[in-house]
């Protein structure tokens, strides 16, 4: 066996159907991965979250209707978030030139990073793979993430978690907001 099948063997399966993941839950800690900056720099994500609270988004990608209008939502409440002590990092598998096209369509402040390989996405619990009906043979199954919204404490503790298979429905900014303002911890 080859050492990327073997990598490959260490993550947790991903189901057929966005219906079937099985997310992180709340209480559950959030495990080790290794992400990529829009500068193409890997950042490991436990030394992001043990800065400050955290706001996790995981997202389809910069191509994806539904993800603009929502992480151009979540900028709305940034400096709220901000106040609150949190800072926000939003996951996707785009490579870091699609990150960067994010960016630039929505005007984002807060940081966006690549799960390419879906490695941190799969740890999670929210990869599955994309029915693609009549792929052609050969082709290569599709990992996306189920979109998710995490609230986590510097400890790596999930405070707060949101979660839908169906893909056009997203958490209301200011539900987010409340439930953020509810988990932050106190401010000096």
Known sequence: MGSLALFASSLPP????PIHVKP???GDVVPKG???GMDG?????????HQKPTLIIFYRG??????NAHLGKLQTILPDLQKLGYQVIAISPDPPDGLKRMQDR????YSLYSDTY???TRRFGLAYYLDQGSSMPGARPVLLPVPAAYLVSVEGN????YYNPDYRIRIDTQKLLEEASQAAPPQD
Do not use: H
Not at 41 to 49: C, E, P, Q, R
Not at 62 to 67: A, E
Not at 158 to 161: A, F, K, M, Q, T
């Open 106 to 109: 929505t005007g984002l402040t």
């Open 158 to 161: 999930i405070l707060y978690r």
């Open 41 to 49: 720099k890997k950042v490991n994500f436990l030394d992001l979250i």
């Open 118 to 120: 879906m490695e941190l």
């Open 14 to 17: 991903a189901p057929s159907s």
């Open 34 to 36: 290794v992400l990529v």
């Open 62 to 67: 910069f191509w994806c209707p539904f993800c």
């Open 24 to 26: 992180l839950q709340v």
